[in-house]
Nanobody
Framework: QVQLVETGGGLVQSGGSLRLSCTAS?????VGWFRQAPGKERDLVAG???????YYADSVKGRFTISRDNAKNMVSLQMNSLKPEDTALYYC?????????????????WGQGTQVTVSS
């Protein structure tokens, strides 16, 4: 069983930046950051596999950067040029698969979530 702990959420003005971190209690293969706004589905924002291959949703390409430190079992999401539509509860999720699953069902472990609010 792997436990995931997210940190780094908060309130920021439009155009600002935040950095989310996800620390795992053990080794993970692929890790994804999802977000879910009220009344909406939980969507994959960015993902990274063990070798460092990355995936980004079109809505965040060029603004968000995902990275990982395998020695520390940590995955980070640097979010720049934030927009009000980025406001959501952000979840870190880990998968035993060697590629990044695109849907929540592909993930085995989930964090509790961290709130990101972007004011206009």
């Amino acid at each position: 069983q792997v436990q995931l702990v997210e940190t780094g959420g908060g309130l920021v003005q439009s155009g600002g930046s935040l950095r989310l971190s996800c620390t795992a209690s053990g080794r993970t293969f692929s890790v994804g950051w999802f977000r879910q706004a009220p009344g909406k589905e939980r969507d994959l924002v960015a993902g990274i596999n063990w070798s460092g291959a990355t995936y980004y949703a079109d809505s965040v390409k060029g603004r968000f950067t995902i990275s990982r430190d395998n020695a520390k079992n940590m995955v980070s999401l640097q979010m720049n040029s934030l927009k009000p539509e980025d406001t959501a509860l952000y979840y870190c999720a880990a998968s035993n698969q060697k590629w990044v699953p695109g849907t929540p069902s592909g993930y085995n472990y989930w964090g509790q979530g961290t709130q990101v609010t972007v004011s206009s």
